[in-house]
């Protein structure tokens, strides 16, 4: 039932953000009011479902009615996925009002398969009621405990409402949803491509449990994260098969049987993805599972947390963990991409999983590139397996895109024997990669004549590398525009200090088009799959983030370490684009009242978070240059545009009350804001018209301008400061001085220039 539940508990949390868009939808039609009431209908059948999942247990008469559950949840949850991706598509300003995105006939499509699935969750639904109903006639031995339970079962069934402090609590345990990964990535997979895995003898020795830990390292672009996949769906079907509900079965020893829990790492959301949040994610699902046996434990954290505020910590996580994993007689943990965390994570990860494992039965299998990770066989009994893409899987792909994609291939689809030949070279020059075979097909799908097609196929590249350098060069080929287009898109990736989402880079490319005075003209605004199409295979949407990313980790490495010479000036020409959207005349009304009204501004302009922030570590990075030195003081003359992207870019040295700033002039001095992103010659030059070189930041803390410079680290604006007499005996409240600030920090660069001025306290 541990499945239900979790799986009821995530369609509770995306029915939610489908009501709110259909809300916003103006002038729709007949369809997005039954669209609302067929959603919101069903969510109840479910609630009632759910709860009544909860209470139920193998020795329950009703309890094999319940067996068909998980499938048509999980089918419905996907269903619900679509749809929520259609309105999040249509949501790209981010404005009150939403037009209705769908098309009659394919609305039509989706209405019968909603109905259907209540009509299914309702039959279910009476069937268990009425078995319920006969069990509590037949039982008749202890009749006041029966209506009791009676009592409780139908207060149950009327409880419709998720509770949203239940639900608070699991993200503050964790903002990651891996299930939606999960969901995605069986989405993606073509047909029973990677079901190899199950049949190598290495994988059914670790799922009997006689091995600890499966190590499997494979190429970039071998699918591991979609084998990854297989693993999980594989081990749910088994653990919650038929006949044999081993997940909740329990043993003589009072153990639950098993238990399953699953990470997909990635190198565009390592912000997130800490191991904090990693293992709180695996507590999350733990207690999502078995809600009435760890939720007790989550609240007493949640609890204990609430009152200092604070964030639960890594040693929090571990410890529940060690209690959690101790109530199953095998727990299995699948991570994947272990390689695309952080190094310290990974260090923190092998480190309290070799821990975990010595107090109880916890059976790991990682997926990860070759030699990337040193101590795996420091784990307790370990086995490896290559990922490889099997020649017959890589054929099924091809073969699936080459028939569903039906504007592409059009010059040799319906001949059979090019279709072949087709599948036959790429099959051959993919080298056990589903990335070399995507990135060839793509290379294809526009081919025309037949000619040309055989042309491309026998210029195919074999290296992941030289297959980059070819979808570049195709870039090259397109018309200047979309040329031009794929460049910029291109560049942002590679240079941004964070990931990017679509609607971010649809404001930041029309921000470099043109930025009327009242901001962006959406007029500019690139439609979502122009700026895929013009890249040529190399990025890709993450469907469940919206976030815009190269196709691969490969990718990002290669591209990365050859930015320089593809887009020589991505750094500079991307804080132009900041400083030119920062000074609109959107952000001249100053500051706002608080951090709700911030947090409403940027929904309303979606580039404007990103722009604030980081506008100063672009221009850091571009290097000296006159013109952007030039540009920078143009802006900070902006006062009212300069407060609000202080407002938004720079909090940690704002006042602890929003009322406290005073009513005029900037919230932060530009002096200050140049000392923290380290913009030297903005600070000289404030500083030559008569910027005060002791300025604070905060007049009650002490906290000034060459503190801030020592905090971050900016050697260059410290020995500036110093230069021009800034004094290093003031302390803020806190008793810290400017060399104690570098030091703790790990700065020698800046500590050094202190004690070399002998200034320091």
């Given amino acids: 039932m541990a499945e239900i539940i979790g799986i009821a508990i995530a369609i509770a949390q995306i029915t939610p953000t489908i009501v709110d868009y259909i809300h916003r939808v103006k002038d729709g039609p007949t369809e997005s009011r039954q669209l609302l009431l067929v959603v919101r209908s069903t969510s109840g059948v479910i609630t009632s479902l759910r709860d009544l999942a909860k209470e139920t247990s193998s020795s329950d008469s009703w309890f094999a009615s319940l067996d068909p559950l998980a499938d048509l949840l999980i089918q419905y949850e996907r269903q619900l996925q679509q749809v929520a991706h259609i309105l999040q598509k249509a949501d790209t300003s981010k404005r009150e009002a939403l037009k209705w995105p769908f098309e009659r006939k394919a609305v039509a499509e989706t209405l019968t398969n909603m109905e259907h699935y209540k009509t299914a969750f309702l039959l279910l639904l009476q069937r268990v009621q009425t078995e319920l109903s006969d069990s509590i006639r037949c039982s008749i031995q202890d009749i006041g405990s029966d209506v009791r339970q009676s009592r409780e079962a139908i207060k149950r069934l009327q409880d419709s409402q998720q509770d949203k402090d239940y639900q608070a609590m699991l993200q503050w ?16 997979r073509h047909g029973d491509t990677g079901d190899w895995i199950l049949r190598e003898s290495s994988f059914e020795v670790w799922v009997a449990g006689h091995l600890d830990t499966l ?55 390592r912000a997130n993805q800490t191991a904090e949040n990693l293992f709180g994610s695996i507590v999350k699902q733990l207690t999502e599972s078995y809600p009435e046996r760890f939720s007790p434990m989550v609240e007493q954290l949640f609890h204990a947390r609430e009152k200092t505020h604070g964030r639960p910590l890594l040693a929090d996580f571990v410890s529940m963990l060690r209690s959690m994993l101790r109530c199953f007689r095998l727990n299995y943990i699948v991570v994947d991409a272990l390689d695309e965390c952080a190094d310290e994570v990974t260090d923190s990860l092998l480190n309290d999983f070799k821990n975990l494992q010595q107090i109880c039965s916890l059976k790991l299998l990682f997926t990860l590139r070759p030699g990337t990770i040193t101590g795996l066989q420091d784990l307790n009994r370990t086995g490896f397996l290559e990922i490889r893409a099997r020649d017959e899987d890589i054929g099924k792909y091809i073969s699936s895109r080459i028939a569903f994609e039906e504007r592409s291939f059009t010059s040799f689809k319906r001949e059979p024997d090019h279709v072949a030949l087709a599948i036959d070279t790429i099959t051959a020059s993919s080298q056990g990669m589903f990335l070399l075979a995507r990135l060839h097909l793509d290379s294809i799908a526009k081919a025309t004549p037949v000619a040309a097609f055989k042309a491309s196929l026998q210029r195919l590249p074999r290296q992941l590398n030289t297959t980059y350098d070819e979808a570049l060069r195709r870039i090259e080929d397109q018309d200047e525009e979309r040329a031009a287009l794929a ?57 469940k983030t919206n976030v815009i990313r190269m196709v691969h980790y490969s990718a990002q490495e290669y591209f990365s370490a050859n930015r320089q010479t593809h887009f020589p000036h991505g750094h500079k020409d991307i804080a132009t684009v900041c400083l030119k959207y920062l000074a609109s005349n959107l952000f001249s009304n100053g500051r706002r009242k608080n951090k709700q009204e911030v947090k ?38 902006l006062h009212q545009n300069l407060t609000c992207a202080t407002q938004v870019g720079i909090q940690e040295f704002m006042f602890a009350s929003w009322a406290e700033h005073p009513t005029d002039g900037p919230v932060l001095a530009p002096v200050i804001v140049a000392a923290y992103f380290g913009l030297t010659d903005v600070a000289a030059a404030l500083l030559d018209h008569g910027a005060d070189v002791n300025i604070v930041a905060r007049p009650p803390d002490g906290v000034s301008v060459l503190d801030i410079a020592c905090q971050k680290g900016h050697r260059d604006v410290v020995k500036l400061l110093l230069d021009r007499g800034a004094i290093t005996q003031r302390q803020h409240l806190r008793k810290v001085g400017a060399l104690h600030r570098a030091a703790s920090l790990n700065h020698p660069a800046v500590a050094e220039v202190l004690l070399e001025r002998n200034q320091a306290l």
Avoid at 223 to 241: C, F, N, P, W
Avoid at 256 to 266: H, K, N
Avoid at 516 to 530: K, L
């Fill in 600 to 637: 409403l501004q940027c929904a309303e302009n979606p580039f404007l978070d990103y722009a604030a922030h980081f506008w100063g570590f672009h221009t850091r990075m571009s290097g000296p240059n006159a013109d952007m030195t030039s540009d920078v003081l143009a802006f900070m003359r």
């Fill in 487 to 543: 460049k910029k898109v291109l560049a942002w990736i590679l240079y941004a200090s964070r990931s990017l989402t679509m609607v971010e880079v649809q404001h930041a490319l029309a921000a470099e088009s043109t930025v009327p005075p009242q901001g962006v003209d959406e007029e500019w605004i690139n439609n979502p799959n122009d700026i895929i199409y013009s890249c040529a295979g190399l990025v890709t949407l993450d469907q």
């Fill in 173 to 188: 345990v964790s903002p990651l949803n891996f299930r939606l990964v999960h969901n995605d990535n069986l989405q993606r």
């Fill in 215 to 269: 190590y499997c390292e494979g190429i970039p672009g071998a699918g591991k994260t979609i084998i990854a996949s297989v693993v999980v769906d594989h081990l749910r079907h088994r653990l919650e098969s038929n006949g044999d509900d081993r997940a909740h079965h329990h043993s003589s020893s009072g153990l639950i049987d098993f238990s399953l829990t699953y990470v997909f790492c990635t190198f565009k959301d």
